[in-house]
């Protein structure tokens, strides 16, 4: 199954620029020092390759890629190459650093990076796309390394790339090497586990904030936007735990029932029908826009950039909004949803559930040892609560929300990490 993540829209904010906007907030906050703040506030390598694929019809295509680390203050950086059209540079920085304080806010030992090549692989024969893999590979094999540069699956690409990655790497330096590359087919090193780990973060991050603002989840009713890999574990999951999902959504529309959506039901329906909830009858098609206002409780958006803007955040109606996408939220909109007292749990503490399995998938490869499935989901629920309390103490701590706190945990970690290794 492919990782799709979907693209930004040109005319929004700008990715870098909205996670600056945040990390500006936080930095003040904490009173960060000028030189940390100069490190941290651009990423410490960006490198651009130009990589020659020979093509199906024998004719070579020059494609243009890029790596950038954030940061490997923390220790080796992680992040996802993802293959898309329209990638550009300040989106793959924007990634890069959201992944450094998504590390960071769950305290695993990595820095943040992140991948991408200019291409369509919709329309690259599966050969095309492994030569071009294994171009792209090979032109980075120096910067990659298990202890160095981890990347990982991101939109359009999936195991399959990963496998072709990590053989290439392994090639080159003449030993296998599992641990180079997360998110492998489970015969070659992946972990049990990861498929369902962003939407069971989700989840555990919605719980603990229900928690808090004394919500039982049994008399709680949810929305969820975006039915694929995330929206749809979250949604399952939290059913499971009693609360009703009224309505969820995808590409092909919304769906709403005022009994709640029988969700095992749904999934069912969506994997025998290419991925789509297109004609489905568990549920009753509404305005996809009205979702997001809907009269519910917790709003989870697991799809796209930007879905909650200025110009819908007044209608909002939900208490609780747990972000299961990257970015949902513009930065314009934080200042409404804050006067209005709803709770958000940020993108980089809620859908960290992700980058913490596939953290255990790099050291079950060191280890060449694999997990149970319980032991996987017992740690990772661990991580998460951990990390929830201590993004929910900041808060309280400093008097800013969630969001603003997760910086602040995550940046006051990169600092201090920083201070005692010490520049040059
Ligand atoms: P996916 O491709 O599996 O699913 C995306 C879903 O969103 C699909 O159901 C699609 O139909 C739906 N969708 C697309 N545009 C929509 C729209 N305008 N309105 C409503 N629904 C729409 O992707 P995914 O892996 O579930 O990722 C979803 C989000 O979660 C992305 O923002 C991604 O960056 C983020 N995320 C994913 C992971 C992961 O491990 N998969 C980890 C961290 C963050």
Redesign the pocket.
Known sequence: ML????APIKDRENPFESMMSRFNIAAEVLGLDEEVYNVLKSPTRQVIVNVPVTMDDGKVRVFEGFRVMHSNILGPSKGGIRYAPDVFLDEVKALAAWMTWKCAVVDIPYGGAKGGIICDPYSMSAGEIERLTRAYTSSLVDIFGPDQDIPAPDMGTGPREMAWLMDEYSKTKGSTTHAVVTGKPLVLGGSLGRVE??GRGVMVSAMAAMEKLGMDPHKSTAVV???????SWAAKLMAERGVKILGV???SGAYWNDKGIDIEEAIEYKNAHN??LEGFTGAEQMN?DDLLTAKVDVLVP????DVITIHNVDKIQARLIVE???GPTSYKADNIINEKGIMVVPDILA?SG?VTVSYFEWVQNRMGFKWTLDRVNERAERIMNEAFERVYAASQKYNVPMRIAAYIVAIDKVAMTYKYRGGF
């Not at 990782?3 to 979907?6: G, V």
């Not at 697991?302 to 950039?305: G, I, K, P, R």
């Open positions: 990782y799709k993540e979907p780990a962003t936007q975006g039915f694929g890999n995330v929206g959504s995808d590409v991925g789509r996809p697991a799809a796209v950039e299961g996408a990257n859908n992700g």
